[in-house]
């Protein structure tokens, strides 16, 4: 940063800090804002009603836990005064409707609310009205960042009453990648940075869980493949992914899952060493390989897939023929997620366009049937993790493969059986397919024309999430445009903008990166899905994993929540907010980075929070 941009960055902070307390200085910002001028006081005993009016019972408790959470990050662990209010108005709890007795957290749940504080009453109460709990919850969260503590009555004061906002969120897909296998991260971490996200309202936490790497998690079905693991304590038992699970579903937050296969799977084969073609030649996985569709037909009989299905559905030439079958007699009920592959290197490009290739089969037909059927292998642990994941996004990597060994193998590879079996159950999935670093008439023309040739019926249902590798450089502008056009849903993760364990990424890149550039068409605006920013974890782990998250990922996730004739046109109009929710993170117990500076820099000397 020019030490121009630092200085006046300073001044706007320092200016911050002596205004005092601000309530209002809400994030992400609301939809619609109005306040007056009232300050109340909190009752020390404030109570959650949630009878009158409400269809929603509470069952597991997801928002009486939730309130209670509220109160303890609003009350910070200070001693409050409980007798003396000085006069002021005194806010005895809060009233929550929500509408739907549901709190099943599908994909694209109404987490719209509404927030009214008034400012006159006996009692006073505060009210919630929202369709589902979750939209509840964001209310509370923002109803606590409305609040703040008082130390010279010692009481929790809210300044500016009434309120009255309205909120939703502008893309339904706001998610944090977070990297397992890199470097392990033990449950306690994993939950606050689960925490933390519900702070500035992203709803998914993508988990990168293994790579070649590692391979950290317990797969009952196959338990040699933990062997992976970096060493016995760095693992995660299946009851620990499922307490993963539903702790962040409690708190409004899907895990997606991913394994990234086939060309990220060195350390299936320390458990299971016939998973690697050979001794010398580790990754991709062995696709030719009986014991790899063994595997594969045992997992698959979890999902009442049968012996006659395989024998049925059998490629007899080319994935083209196999198109005219594919939906036969398959029943809608296996129809359980989407599944999310990431595409794209350099290798990958020559294959598909047939170069280099000494097989007797076409480029296009070797990379399909070969990353089909090594795709299907990520199927043995899908059995097992449909009972610990059920967001309806799954993630299978896809990228980076290395194809030098695959002309070796195209041949058998071929004779397997398997190829339109699990061509159909992805289909039935909604094979989702990623796209990597390639110039966009590559993607168009190679990755995605891929995808439709394995089915023609999977356009319309296809997502597209774009990660930009280094290895085949950036994509530029004016993709999502191009994608979108072709009538293909995504997700936006732009290497350059927000990939978190970039360093020299600021804050202001993560705020000012917009999905919709250059997307003007309402239909196409709705392929967008959301975005996501990426906590790839080589140089991460549980000691600095916070502060290089945050507060950079708030940037983004404001351009998330926010509709965007609310967002900020340049950055400098919200320094002072970003810096005093940064303050409020610390003050949380997450370690958040000072704004000034790169990704995960320490404070340049001493000084208040909101001046760094």
Same mark, same amino acid.
């Given at each position: 940063?020019?030490?121009?941009?630092?200085?006046?960055?300073?001044?706007?902070?320092?200016?911050?800090?002596?205004?005092?307390?601000?309530?209002?200085?809400?994030?992400?910002?609301?939809?619609?804002?109005?306040?007056?001028?009232?300050?109340?006081?909190?009752? *020390?005993?404030?109570?959650?009603?949630?009878?009158?009016?409400?269809?929603?019972?509470?069952?597991?408790?997801?928002?009486?836990?939730?309130?209670?959470?509220?109160?303890?990050?609003?009350?910070?662990?200070?001693?409050?005064?409980?007798?003396?209010?000085?006069?002021?108005?005194?806010?005895?709890?809060?009233?929550?409707?929500?509408?739907?007795?549901?709190?099943?957290?599908?994909?694209?749940?109404?987490?719209?609310? *509404?927030?009214?504080?008034?400012?006159?009453?006996?009692?006073?109460?505060?009210?919630?009205?929202?369709?589902?709990?979750?939209?509840?919850?964001?209310?509370?969260?923002?109803?606590?960042?409305?609040?703040?503590?008082?130390?010279?009555?010692?009481?929790?004061?809210?300044?500016?009453?009434?309120?009255?906002?309205?909120?939703?969120?502008?893309?339904?897909?706001?998610?944090?990648?977070?990297?397992?296998?890199?470097?392990?991260?033990?449950?306690?971490?994993?939950?606050?940075?689960?925490?933390?996200?519900? =702070?500035?309202?992203?709803?998914?936490?993508?988990?990168?869980?293994?790579?070649?790497?590692?391979?950290? &998690?317990?797969?009952?079905?196959?338990?040699?493949?933990?062997?992976?693991?970096?060493?016995?304590?760095?693992?995660?038992?299946?009851?620990?992914?499922?307490?993963?699970?539903?702790?962040?579903?409690?708190?409004?937050?899907?895990?997606?899952?991913?394994?990234?296969?086939?060309?990220?799977?060195?350390?299936?084969?320390?458990?299971?060493?016939?998973?690697?073609?050979?001794?010398?030649?580790?990754?991709?996985?062995?696709?030719?390989?009986? =014991?790899?569709?063994?595997?594969?037909?045992?997992?698959?009989?979890?999902?009442?897939?049968?012996?006659?299905?395989?024998?049925?559905?059998?490629?007899?030439?080319?994935?083209?023929?196999?198109?005219?079958?594919?939906?036969?007699?398959?029943?809608?009920?296996?129809?359980?997620?989407? =599944?999310?592959?990431?595409?794209?290197?350099?290798?990958?490009?020559?294959?598909?366009?047939?170069?280099?290739?000494?097989?007797?089969?076409?480029?296009?037909? &070797?990379?399909?049937?070969?990353?089909?059927?090594?795709?299907?292998?990520?199927?043995?642990?899908?059995?097992?993790?449909?009972?610990?994941? *059920?967001?309806?996004?799954?993630?299978?990597?896809?990228?980076?493969?290395?194809?030098?060994?695959?002309?070796?193998?195209?041949?058998?590879?071929?004779?397997?059986?398997?190829?339109?079996?699990?061509?159909?159950?992805?289909?039935?999935?909604?094979?989702?397919?990623?796209?990597?670093?390639?110039?966009?008439?590559?993607?168009?023309?190679?990755?995605?024309?891929?995808?439709?040739?394995?089915?023609?019926?999977?356009?319309?249902?296809?997502?597209?999430? =774009?990660?930009?590798?280094?290895?085949?450089?950036?994509?530029?502008?004016?993709?999502?445009? *191009?994608?979108?056009?072709?009538?293909?849903?995504?997700?936006?993760?732009?290497?350059?903008?927000?990939?978190?364990?970039?360093?020299?990424?600021?804050?202001?890149?993560?705020?000012?990166?917009?999905?919709?550039?250059?997307?003007?068409?309402?239909?196409?605006?709705?392929?967008?899905?959301?975005?996501?920013?990426?906590?790839?974890?080589?140089?991460?782990?549980?000691?600095?994993?916070?502060?290089?998250?945050?507060?950079?990922?708030?940037?983004?996730?404001?351009?998330?929540?926010?509709?965007?004739?609310?967002?900020?046109?340049?950055?400098?109009?919200?320094?002072?907010?970003?810096?005093?929710?940064?303050?409020?993170?610390?003050?949380?117990?997450?370690?958040?980075?000072?704004?000034?500076?790169?990704?995960?820099?320490?404070?340049?000397?001493?000084?208040?929070?909101?001046?760094?």
């Amino acid at each position: 940063m020019a030490s121009a941009a630092a200085r006046l960055l300073l001044v706007l902070l320092a200016a911050a800090a002596l205004a005092g307390p601000c309530a209002g200085d809400l994030w992400p910002m609301p939809a619609s804002v109005t306040r007056g001028t009232q300050t109340l006081v909190v009752s *020390k005993d404030l109570k959650l009603s949630t009878t009158a009016g409400s269809s929603y019972s509470d069952g597991k408790g997801i928002l009486k836990e939730a309130f209670q959470r509220m109160v303890a990050v609003v009350e910070l662990d200070h001693v409050i005064n409980g007798s003396y209010y000085g006069g002021s108005p005194v806010l005895a709890g809060v009233h929550v409707v929500v509408r739907s007795p549901s709190d099943e957290l599908n994909f694209g749940v109404d987490e719209s609310y *509404k927030l009214s504080v008034p400012a006159t009453g006996n009692p006073l109460y505060a009210q919630i009205e929202a369709q589902t709990v979750y939209g509840a919850l964001h209310a509370l969260e923002t109803f606590s960042q409305l609040c703040n503590f008082d130390f010279n009555a010692r009481m929790i004061q809210l300044h500016s009453a009434p309120w009255t906002i309205l909120d939703k969120p502008r893309f339904p897909y706001r998610g944090l990648l977070i990297d397992t296998s890199r470097h392990y991260l033990p449950v306690p971490v994993i939950k606050s940075v689960i925490d933390s996200m519900t =702070f500035s309202k992203l709803n998914v936490l993508h988990w990168h869980i293994v790579d070649e790497q590692s391979f950290p &998690i317990q797969i009952p079905s196959y338990p040699k493949l933990w062997n992976g693991a970096y060493s016995y304590s760095e693992r995660y038992t299946f009851d620990d992914a499922i307490d993963i699970v539903q702790y962040a579903e409690k708190r409004g937050v899907n895990v997606l899952a991913e394994i990234d296969v086939p060309g990220h799977a060195l350390s299936w084969g320390v458990g299971y060493p016939s998973l690697w073609p050979s001794a010398t030649c580790k990754e991709p996985l062995d696709v030719s390989s009986d =014991f790899t569709f063994q595997v594969i037909n045992g997992i698959l009989s979890g999902y009442a897939l049968s012996k006659e299905i395989i024998q049925i559905y059998t490629p007899q030439s080319t994935i083209e023929r196999s198109n005219k079958f594919i939906f036969m007699d398959l029943p809608q009920k296996r129809m359980k997620c989407h =599944f999310i592959l990431r595409f794209g290197n350099k290798q990958q490009k020559r294959y598909l366009n047939g170069q280099n290739n000494k097989s007797n089969v076409g480029g296009n037909n &070797i990379m399909a049937s070969y990353n089909t059927e090594s795709m299907a292998l990520s199927l043995v642990v899908f059995s097992d993790f449909s009972k610990i994941f *059920k967001f309806k996004f799954a993630h299978l990597g896809g990228d980076e493969v290395n194809t030098s060994k695959l002309s070796e193998i195209s041949t058998l590879c071929w004779k397997k059986r398997l190829i339109t079996l699990v061509t159909s159950w992805i289909v039935e999935l909604w094979c989702i397919t990623g796209i990597s670093s390639q110039p966009i008439g590559s993607i168009l023309r190679n990755d995605l024309h891929y995808c439709w040739k394995i089915t023609s019926s999977i356009k319309p249902c296809t997502l597209c999430q =774009f990660c930009f590798f280094s290895l085949t450089g950036r994509l530029g502008s004016g993709v999502a445009q *191009k994608v979108v056009a072709a009538g293909l849903r995504c997700i936006v993760s732009n290497q350059d903008k927000w990939y978190l364990d970039h360093l020299d990424a600021t804050w202001e890149g993560f705020y000012m990166n917009e999905p919709l550039t250059n997307i003007y068409n309402p239909e196409q605006q709705k392929l967008v899905l959301g975005g996501e920013v990426c906590m790839w974890g080589e140089h991460i782990d549980a000691s600095d994993i916070q502060q290089t998250i945050w507060p950079r990922a708030a940037a983004a996730a404001e351009r998330l929540w926010t509709p965007f004739e609310k967002l900020a046109k340049d950055t400098g109009s919200v320094t002072a907010r970003l810096s005093r929710f940064r303050c409020l993170l610390n003050q949380r117990g997450v370690a958040a980075a000072p704004l000034a500076g790169y990704g995960r820099s320490a404070p340049s000397e001493p000084g208040s929070c909101v001046t760094q």
